[in-house]
């Protein structure tokens, strides 16, 4: 099993590595606590289980006796596996659908639009090469 091939509560603790260099299970279930909340020990047992497939390193902090997580991946095929099951279950496999709903749901800044811009001129100079690989 990939990263991209993860249950959810392991993709929640995923996620909270990505966004942060390394975090104690502490650290882990507090930023769960919005959204997944669990018990200490369910959240050392997901560690376990993300660092024995190999997504997640484990060092001992600088004091006390905890241990620090990170992940060991990026999030790149996780991301792109989750949207093309998005695209495909929610907006009948068409990608302009999704774009569209998302710049309609929040609204995108002058600097995001010139950064869309530029990855749009991108795909048109170099053709939709990689843009459907699965």
Request: net charge positive; proline share 3%.
């Amino acid at each position: 099993m990939t990263e991209s091939e993860l249950p959810d509560a392991e993709l929640d603790v995923m996620t909270c590595l990505w966004q942060a260099d390394a975090l104690t299970a502490r650290d882990v279930r507090e930023q769960l606590q919005r959204v997944r909340p669990m018990a200490h020990a369910s959240v050392c047992t997901l560690l376990k289980r993300l660092e024995d497939k190999g997504l997640v390193s484990r060092r001992k902090a600088a004091t006390g006796k905890a241990f620090l997580y990170a992940a060991t991946v990026a999030p790149t095929k996780t991301q792109r596996r989750l949207v093309r099951d998005l695209v495909d279950r929610v907006f009948a496999g068409s990608g302009v659908a999704l774009m569209a709903s998302l710049l309609q749901a929040r609204r995108p800044t002058a600097a995001e639009i010139e950064e869309l811009q530029a990855l749009l001129e991108d795909l048109k100079r170099t053709g939709n090469q990689t843009g459907r690989n699965k």
